[in-house]
Each structure stands twice: as structure tokens, then as C-alpha cells.
Nanobody
Framework: VQLVESGGGLVQPGGSLRLSCAAS????????MRWYRQVPGKEREWVAF????????NYAESVKGRFTISRDNTKNTVYLQMNSLKPEDTGVYYC?????????WGQGAQVTVSS
């Protein structure tokens, strides 16, 4: 299993970013996917969930209405569109899959929201 995030960066408050996570090594279209984030000194926090076929999505209250998770099963990629970004959205964002009882993580993408 390999997960590779991209699309992070520095953005001003109120701005937007789109993260991508390219997956390989497993039948992507059969698995639910999740995004998490982590800031130094805090536990990793769940952000968003999307079901295998994309028909079900859930979000943490802190990002609901601002973030959108999506996936393209033809490209084995999951996305996180982040709008109206706030300084408290700063952190390292990770995509995640649970396969055969084990958690798999990418290397993370740094998102910094600052003026």
C-alpha cells in the first residue's frame, strides 16, 4: 500500500487549497478513504471520510461547510478541497486507508494558513 499526498502550501486566511492523495498497491475503488490532520503537540485529528463508491461523505464539525472530500476511482486518487481556510486549519494533512485491519498513511502534506 502506498499513499502519496500533494498540494499543500502556504495560503492566506480565507484562501483555498486542494490536496490530492494518489493511492497504489490495493484495489482503491473497494476501500473507504479518510483525511486526517495533525499539529505539533496534538493528536492526529480526523477530518473527512468518503465511502468506496463516493456516495457517503462525513466531516468533522470544525471543517463542515468549508471542506469537500471527493475521489476519482479511475485515477486511484482522493481529494480534499479546502475553502475559507483559517489559521487553525494549519497542520500536516494525511490520507488514510484501513486494509486488512491495518492503518496505512501517506507522508503528509503541510498546510499553513497565515497572513
Amino acid at each position: 500500500v502506498q499513499l502519496v499526498e500533494s498540494g499543500g502550501g502556504l495560503v492566506q486566511p480565507g484562501g483555498s487549497l486542494r490536496l490530492s492523495c494518489a493511492a497504489s498497491g490495493f484495489p482503491f475503488s473497494s476501500y473507504n478513504m479518510r483525511w486526517y490532520r495533525q499539529v505539533p503537540g496534538k493528536e492526529r485529528e480526523w477530518v473527512a471520510f468518503i465511502s468506496a463508491a463516493g456516495g457517503s461523505r462525513n466531516y468533522a464539525e470544525s471543517v463542515k461547510g468549508r471542506f469537500t472530500i471527493s475521489r476519482d476511482n479511475t485515477k486511484n486518487t482522493v481529494y480534499l478541497q479546502m475553502n475559507s481556510l483559517k489559521p487553525e486549519d494549519t497542520g500536516v494533512y494525511y490520507c488514510n486507508v484501513v486494509r486488512r485491519g491495518s492503518d496505512y498513511w501517506g507522508q503528509g502534506a503541510q498546510v499553513t494558513v497565515s497572513s
